[in-house]
Nanobody
Framework: QVQFVESGGGLVQPGGSLRLSCAAS????????MGWYRQAPGKQREKVAT????????TYADSVKGRFTISRDNAKNTVYLQMNSLEPEDTAVYYC?????????WGQGTQVTVSS
């Protein structure tokens, strides 16, 4: 059973930074294209960033391009999201999953709140 556990969220002021982590277990992580997703209150879940299995190619939503960086460590079965220059609009619950996502793989997510 594949499981993803997100961590690293919190409350941060506008302009601040956070680094999210997602630990994977139960599958062959090194073969997965991985993504970070987020869901803000009252909005649909959206894809924020993706990274290929080997980590050579990344993609980003226009709203986070230039501010967020996705990376992975296959030896640790972990994918990361470095978030800089955070804005109140980035407030959401952040999740990781494969890309395309599997419904049964959604974890609890980690809350990110950007507020002064």
């Amino acid at each position: 059973q594949v499981q993803f556990v997100e961590s690293g969220g919190g409350l941060v002021q506008p302009g601040g930074s956070l680094r999210l982590s997602c630990a994977a277990s139960g599958g062959i992580f090194r073969l997965y294209v991985m993504g970070w997703y987020r869901q803000a209150p009252g909005k649909q879940r959206e894809k924020v960033a993706t990274i290929t299995a080997g980590g050579s190619t990344t993609t980003y939503a226009d709203s986070v391009k230039g501010r967020f960086t996705i990376s992975r460590d296959n030896a640790k079965n972990t994918v990361y999201l470095q978030m800089n220059s955070l804005e109140p609009e980035d407030t959401a619950v952040y999740y990781c999953n494969r890309d395309p996502y599997f419904r049964s793989y959604w974890g609890q997510g980690t809350q990110v709140t950007v507020s002064s």
